[in-house]
């Protein structure tokens, strides 16, 4: 389903996107995504390391959520929201995880929503587990990441 504002109402609709997605990115719990991988409470680096990763994993949904509903909106969108995020965020982790941001929407371009595996794959590798459990974590991590688009695509506006 394709949402296209009327020219009138494009700014207006803009901002409500760039302020939902504003709004679900600091609420955003990581745990689910900590414990699949296997990262625990103590384990503060990996922690810190993942949620980088995570929050850049986020954004770079958001962006493929954009391009579905606002095709010829969505680079100008998710500029203006990287500009905003790293303004209102000035400290070292924000500009990484734009930049994370970046480099999984470079993973999420060429599949659109069709495939999620690249990036759990990606994921996985910050895990330390044996090759069976790794493509289990792979399955359970893509599924996880469709979810969350889900989750992301569905409040967008």
Known sequence: ???LAEPDE??????????NFAALL???DFTPELELVGVGRFQFLRRRQMCLELRGLYMALWRLALSRSFPN????MFATFLHGYLTRHPEKGARQAAERARQY???LQP???ADFNDVARHLTSFAERDEKAQRTLTLKLALHIRSVYRFIFDRLI
Do not use: C, E, N, R
Request: glycine share 8%; net charge negative; hydrophobic share 40%.
């Open 1 to 3: 389903m394709q949402y």
């Open 111 to 113: 599949t659109g929503d």
């Open 105 to 107: 929407w470079g993973m």
């Open 73 to 76: 909106d969505a680079d100008a």
């Open 10 to 19: 494009s700014p207006a609709i803009t901002q409500v996107a760039l302020d």
């Open 26 to 28: 600091d609420d955003a």
